[in-house]
């Protein structure tokens, strides 16, 4: 299942935008493979030169988010976090970010890392410098929320659509059966007056049966016997006029209710 068939990208972006704005966290979100979703949001120099930029730092990233669940300290000493994306018991995707200093960065220790990796320093913090900062408790609590913001909003556009096509299939059967009742009447019509003329034949013959005497007796029979199944058939006929008014009637309310959705 890929989330981009039934996800509005536009909103989706806009949400995760709003977000980072809010919270200063960085996201971005990846579906069941892997692969971006949305743009990236929020992500500074520091993570994207100095921690993914490189080979070593992408794969500990990627690493990172695949081994981790939920809120967690990243290589780096910032805090990220990792967040499934559920549909039902479906993994749809992930929510990813974080790249947050949950205290004020120690230089020192900073400095070291960076010619551990043989980076620049003086590059090094001033864009370690621009990452944000926030309290622990905080970080924890807003990709939590988030993670669960995103989660709602996937699975209500995915019920929507799913839900919408189902509406639409039972929108064309409402239609097919209602053809279908339409044929039924015209059918009963011609049959009912069928059987009107069958009981006009009955009644002729009677007559004739009558005029002819004793010959005509056993004509007598057989005409009586058609006119008492002329006037079953037509008992009939008026049944299933009945029954087919009712369909008729709870189908159009059916029709009416999906028009006025």
């Known amino acids: 299942m890929n989330i981009r068939d039934f996800l509005d990208l536009r909103k989706l972006q806009e949400l995760q935008d709003n977000f980072s704005d809010a919270t200063g966290l960085a996201a971005v979100l990846l579906d069941n493979k892997g692969e971006k979703v949305t743009k990236e949001s929020n992500f500074t120099d520091f993570c994207i030169k100095y921690t993914q930029g490189s080979e070593e730092g992408s ?8 081994e981790n669940s939920g809120v967690y300290y990243c290589h780096a000493g910032l805090m990220a976090f990792a967040i499934d994306i559920m549909l039902g018991n479906e993994k749809a995707g992930k929510v990813i970010g974080g790249q947050v200093l949950p205290r004020k960065a120690d230089e020192d220790s ?19 410098k621009k990452v944000p900062v926030s309290n622990e408790k905080s970080i924890r609590a807003a990709a939590e929320l988030f993670g669960q913001m995103v989660n709602m909003y996937v699975n209500l556009e995915y019920s929507h659509n799913s839900n919408g096509g189902k509406l639409g299939q039972l929108q064309e059967e409402i239609n097919h059966a209602t053809n279908i009742i339409q044929k039924i009447n015209t059918n009963t019509s011609s049959l009912k007056s069928i059987a009107n003329k069958q009981k006009m034949l009955s009644l002729n013959a009677s007559i004739e ?17 058609m006119g008492e199944l002329s006037s079953q058939s037509a008992t009939i006929y008026g049944d299933i006029e009945k029954s087919v008014i009712e369909v008729t009637d709870s189908i159009e309310k059916l029709a009416s209710l999906f028009e006025n959705s």
């Open 59 to 66: 794969h500990r990233c990627t690493k990172c988010h695949n």
């Open 110 to 128: 900073f400095r070291k890392t960076a010619a551990e990796l043989g980076i620049d320093s003086g590059s090094y913090i001033n864009a370690l």
């Open 209 to 225: 049966a009558a005029r002819s005497g004793e010959a005509g007796v056993g004509f007598a029979v057989v005409a009586k016997s």
